[in-house]
Structure formats: structure tokens, C-alpha cells
DNA sequence: TCGCTAAGTCATCACTTGTTTACATCGACT
DNA sequence: AGTCGATGTAAACAAGTGATGACTTAGCGA
């Protein structure tokens, strides 16, 4: 086994030296999978573990908890959700940001965060950073409507900009259905963003 | 205590006696509520016969497992749901009824039928019920909108319908994530029945 | 009233869950 | 070498989980 001594290694993926803040990523990531395709409870620690590769007992040493771990899960969803689409300035932006933030490509990691927003453990902290990540979301897509700022903070347009985010998120999860809904389940980013954006122009755009 | 003999009592929902259809829908009645709010694994099948006042062991007489008593559930919401919107022809009757179907009145049970079509155990027949009574719930609304029959049979009229479906399963969820998120969780019909219109109009109405 | 059957109860099983504890191993520093 | 803290491993624990089978009770006709 003789374990190459230039353990500079550091892979995030095939990394097997002794690396602790590899590992918490694996955690990070195999949690973050299993977290948002089958739910908070219906997920085993253990096959957490497995998926990364890693022993069980490094997930309480290293997150405390389950919980702590889809705490974590949760908080960096936020972060990533909070970056991508400050970019969106438009509703025609915010339409292809939110099409492939359902539909891929890089599916992988991009409609995850989405589901994540939707399973709730019992826990107080998770929840409100789920709640906190929702309302947030949906009040950027609001200001991306395009509208004047006291617009944002009238209710009916935070209602609507959430029932846009509503659509995104049954999307997510009908997706992600372990049996999929065809046509919808097999529908790229091409196919999807037509009818998406009626549906958010529908919803946001300023009345004429 | 002396037990009145006449017990012809058989009450629905305070019936005493040795009542085995009675104890079977209040069983439902109760796994229904918990599992369309917690999800199939996070509901425990004491709780479920607590909250019916009944006894653990009657949910295996009656319904052989607890992934049976789900796919009880989930039959019933299945032929409920099919029932109910088989009377909107239109389009507007379409906005109407859904509306309804997520927001109440009456909300008890109609919001949770919806929930529980997105809640999977991983049972097989469980899964197979849910994704035809979804399957179906899209196609009666592609129906209903008033197409032409060969319309129904594209598969872009039915990724429409499908994303429709999305938008009110999305409302039903968020209403119900146990931390509302406002305004949307405390919208009733008369508020929601307008952007509601607008999502589905711009989905569905025939091209012009 | 007796006796049978359906309906409900109780104790307990086998098993899974998240978590913890005790132990082993690595890398670095003196 | 030898020590030490960080990292990882394996085994076990305590609390629950769904399920089961033997027992008790209610209802009702003979």
C-alpha cells in the first residue's frame, strides 16, 4: 500500500491521503445529492458515507450532526443560489438564468440546490435558511421584472414573482421524480424555455 | 360506563364501537394528512394511529404494511382528484377549479391530494399510481383547454400542461412547507385565482 | 346464556437509525 | 527515534422503527 510520501495530492475527487477539507466537500457533496433527490429523512447517514466514500462517523465529526450536515447542505445552496443570478438584469435574462438553473446543462449540480429549498428537516436554523434562501429568490426575480423599486415591496408582485419561483421548483421536482414525467422529465433547456417564459412574462412583466 | 345497547351509533368521526370501515377511513384520513405534510419516511405509523385514536397494529390488519396504507392514500387522492375536475370545460373553469384545488375553501383535504401526488415512498406500485394520476391530471387540463383532440396527443401541448401542473403542485408545496412563505402562504382564492389565470392562460390558451 | 367470530389490545420481536466510544494510523516536529 | 495532534476506522450503543402473534373484548345470533 506504501502511501507516496509527496502527499501533495489534494485531488478533490480521487484524493485518498488525509485531507480533511477534501473530505467535508465529499460530504458536502454526496449529502447534497441524496439531501435533495430522496429528502431529509428517507437519507442514511450511512449512505451519505458511502457515496463519498468515506467513514460515517467523519460526518458527526465533522458537521455535529445530520442535521448540522443539511444545515450546511442548505447554507451553501444559499450562497450559490444568492451568486448566480445577481446577474440577471432583465426578465429575458432572468428567464434563460432560471431555465438552466432547472434544466441543466451541468445538471448535475445546478437544479440540486432547487430541490434542497423544498426538504425540510424538522429543524428550526435549516428551516429558516430555507425559507430565508426562498424569499429572497423570489424577490430577485421581482426586481428583475424590471419593475420601480416600491413595486418590490408591494404584495402582489412579491405573490406573483413566488409563484414563479413555484413553477421553477414543481419543475425541479417533477424532474426529479424518481419516475419521470414525460414529456417534462426528458425536456432540455431548448424545449423549456419557451413555455417558461410565457409563464414568467404572464406573471412579471408590467402591465401596458 | 354501561355501554348502551342500542349502539347503532357508527358515527364517522366519534364512533365508539367496533366499527371496522370507520377505523379503516380514519385511519386513512389521518395517514393522508401525514404523509401529503411529512412526507412518506419522516411520518411514523404510531402517529398516524394516534392521531386517529386507534391502535398501531390495526394499520397492519387493515392495510398490511405501511407502504400499504400509502398506496391507499395514494388510490384515494387518485380517484378523488380524477372526479373533481372532470366538470371544467373551459379554460376558465380550468383557473376555477384549480384554484380551488390549492387554496381552499375547505382546504383540509383538497391541497393535500396535490401534496401527497409529489411525496414517493420507494415502493414500486406506490410510484406507478402517482405518476399516472399525475399523468392524467396534466392531460384532463390539456383537455380543458379547448384544443383540438390531436392537439392533446403533441408532446408540446403536453409539456405545457405538465409545467401548469409544476406551478400548482409548487403553490400546493410552499403553502404547506411547514414555515410559510409570505404572501403566498396566506393567500386565499380570490387573490390567488389572478396570476393563477395568467400562468395558465399564457401556457395553454390556443395560439391566436 | 352460550359460544363463535370480528375487532382491538398488548408485549415483544428483529431490525435500522444516528451517534459515540475506543483504537489505529498518518504526518510533522524536536 | 519518539511524541503528539490531527485524521480516519471499526465496533458498539441507545433509541426508535415497523411488524407480528397471542391474548382480550365486544357484538350478535342460536
Same mark, same amino acid.
Given at each position: 500500500m506504501h502511501a507516496p510520501p509527496h502527499a501533495v495530492d489534494a485531488d478533490a475527487t480521487t484524493g485518498k491521503s488525509r485531507d480533511a477539507a477534501n473530505t467535508r466537500r465529499l460530504l458536502l457533496s454526496s449529502a447534497r445529492r441524496r439531501f435533495a433527490q430522496d429528502g431529509y429523512s428517507a437519507t442514511r447517514v450511512r449512505d451519505i458515507a458511502a457515496d463519498a466514500g468515506v467513514n460515517v462517523a467523519l460526518i458527526n465529526r465533522y458537521f455535529s450532526s445530520k442535521e448540522g450536515l443539511f444545515e450546511a447542505c442548505l447554507a451553501h445552496a444559499r450562497d450559490e443560489l444568492g451568486r448566480s443570478d &445577481?446577474?440577471?438584469?432583465?426578465l429575458d435574462d432572468l428567464v434563460e438564468a432560471l431555465t438552466r438553473q432547472v $434544466? &441543466?446543462? $451541468?445538471?448535475g449540480d445546478r437544479s440540486l440546490q432547487l430541490l434542497l429549498l423544498l426538504r425540510s428537516s424538522g429543524d428550526e436554523t435549516a428551516d429558516a435558511i430555507r425559507l430565508n434562501t426562498l424569499r429572497y429568490f423570489a424577490d430577485q426575480m421581482a426586481v428583475a421584472a424590471g419593475r420601480s423599486v416600491e413595486d418590490v415591496s408591494s404584495d402582489d408582485l412579491r405573490l406573483r414573482a413566488q409563484i414563479a419561483l413555484s413553477t421553477m421548483l414543481g419543475i425541479a421536482l417533477l424532474r426529479a421524480s424518481s419516475t419521470g414525467l414525460e414529456p417534462l422529465a426528458s425536456t432540455g433547456v431548448d424545449g423549456l424555455e419557451g413555455p417558461l417564459r410565457d409563464v414568467i412574462t404572464a406573471l412579471l412583466a408590467p402591465r401596458l
Amino acid at each position: 500500500m506504501h502511501a507516496p510520501p509527496h502527499a501533495v495530492d489534494a485531488d478533490a475527487t480521487t484524493g485518498k491521503s488525509r485531507d480533511a477539507a477534501n473530505t467535508r466537500r465529499l460530504l458536502l457533496s454526496s449529502a447534497r445529492r441524496r439531501f435533495a433527490q430522496d429528502g431529509y429523512s428517507a437519507t442514511r447517514v450511512r449512505d451519505i458515507a458511502a457515496d463519498a466514500g468515506v467513514n460515517v462517523a467523519l460526518i458527526n465529526r465533522y458537521f455535529s450532526s445530520k442535521e448540522g450536515l443539511f444545515e450546511a447542505c442548505l447554507a451553501h445552496a444559499r450562497d450559490e443560489l444568492g451568486r448566480s443570478d &445577481g446577474s440577471s438584469a432583465t426578465l429575458d435574462d432572468l428567464v434563460e438564468a432560471l431555465t438552466r438553473q432547472v $434544466a &441543466g446543462p $451541468a445538471n448535475g449540480d445546478r437544479s440540486l440546490q432547487l430541490l434542497l429549498l423544498l426538504r425540510s428537516s424538522g429543524d428550526e436554523t435549516a428551516d429558516a435558511i430555507r425559507l430565508n434562501t426562498l424569499r429572497y429568490f423570489a424577490d430577485q426575480m421581482a426586481v428583475a421584472a424590471g419593475r420601480s423599486v416600491e413595486d418590490v415591496s408591494s404584495d402582489d408582485l412579491r405573490l406573483r414573482a413566488q409563484i414563479a419561483l413555484s413553477t421553477m421548483l414543481g419543475i425541479a421536482l417533477l424532474r426529479a421524480s424518481s419516475t419521470g414525467l414525460e414529456p417534462l422529465a426528458s425536456t432540455g433547456v431548448d424545449g423549456l424555455e419557451g413555455p417558461l417564459r410565457d409563464v414568467i412574462t404572464a406573471l412579471l412583466a408590467p402591465r401596458l
